[in-house]
């Protein structure tokens, strides 16, 4: 009954340690994949503004990432879980408060369009990773680029309707294909736009794309992993070994231990080895002048004294013969 209680009490905690690493909020711009075991991190692909007084490297980027419109007639301007770096200005229909949000955008006859603020962050589709953009500029009638024959007083007309809040709105979607040959951080290319230009469809190649295991799953290497095994073999040894005694063998004290015999002739084996090789490195300490070299001097003058004692008799013995 012990010992299932001791195995309960070890499972219990186990799991309450994986409750807690699980209740950790998810890095942003990430995605994971339980079927296949992958976490997708964007962040690299990400162009942040420089710091103040932080010195920059030969590979960051001064500018958001560009892809060509070809026959859509503007190019395309957008930056990944991030807004643009660049300082946006007279955004179509976008609040003046929310330019500075802008992620993806475009210019046409000197009026920028937004085309999608970060909403959320890549969410996958099957196998396919896709990030989306949403609430950019007006789009539709009232939000679709002005062709080169209209006159001044219809734009302005078309200005004025366009001040009520529009059905529709641009929005991008970046679909991301693993490239581990790209040398680039990430490459963009622009597919196709709607008819009604509410819909931007992109295509990216990174090798950021390609998935691999988060920093968070990697906190423990193969040295912790390995440590925490060893750790949880030993205590289900104790623990297990000394309910079993306790139990069965109705021992009490030390000898309640698993193989008590064993650890203490091995705890006796390290000390006498530690007597042993502490007394053979004393060997080999200089030796001091001092009390050590008493008794030599002492029996050297001893001798010298019984000499002149035998010397005396021998001489008294002659005088007495006389």
């Known amino acids: ?46 162009v942040l503004p420089p710091k103040p007084g932080k010195k920059t490297h030969k590979d960051d980027r001064e500018e958001s990432w560009h892809a060509r419109g070809y026959d859509y007639g503007s190019n395309f301007t957008l930056n990944f879980c991030e807004p643009v770096i660049e300082e ?23 009026r920028t369009y937004s085309i999608g603020q970060m909403s959320s962050g ?3 589709r099957g196998r396919e990773l896709i990030l989306t953009y949403t609430n950019g500029s007006p789009c539709g009638p009232t939000g679709s680029k002005p062709s080169d024959d209209e006159d001044e007083p219809n734009r302005k007309a078309k200005s004025s309707v366009s001040k009520v809040e529009p059905s529709h709105r ?11 040959e790209l040398t680039a951080k990430a490459s963009v290319t622009f597919l196709w736009a709607s008819e009604d230009e509410c819909i931007y469809v992109f295509k990216s190649r990174s090798a950021a794309a390609c998935g691999g295991v988060s920093q968070e799953q990697q906190a423990v290497g193969p040295a912790g992993v390995f440590g ?19 139990t069965v063998m109705h021992q009490r004290g030390w000898g309640q231990l698993p193989n008590y015999a064993m650890w ?13 090789l ?25 001798s010298t004294r019984a000499d002149d004692e035998n010397r005396l008799i021998d001489q008294l013995d002659e005088e007495w013969d006389d």
């Open 170 to 180: 641009k929005s991008a979607v970046i679909n991301l294909v693993c490239d581990r």
């Open 278 to 302: 502490t007394s053979s490195c004393v060997r080999f300490l200089p030796s001091r002048k001092g009390y050590n070299q008493l008794p030599t001097q002492t029996r050297g003058r001893g």
């Open 1 to 46: 009954m012990r010992l299932s209680t001791y195995a309960q009490s070890l499972s219990l905690l186990f799991l309450s340690g994986a409750l807690a690493a699980d209740s950790k909020a998810p890095k942003p711009c990430t995605v994971s994949s339980a079927s296949r075991a992958v976490t997708y991190d964007l962040n690299p692909m990400a």
């Open 228 to 246: 925490l095994i060893v750790l949880i073999a030993a205590a289900v040894y104790f623990v297990g070994g000394i309910a079993y005694q306790r």
């Open 264 to 276: 203490a002739g091995m705890a006796s084996f390290v000390k006498d080895m530690f007597i042993i």
């Open 122 to 124: 890549p969410v996958l």
């Open 88 to 110: 946006l200005e007279n955004v179509v229909g976008v609040d003046e408060k929310l330019w500075r949000n802008v992620s993806a955008y475009y210019t046409d006859r000197d």
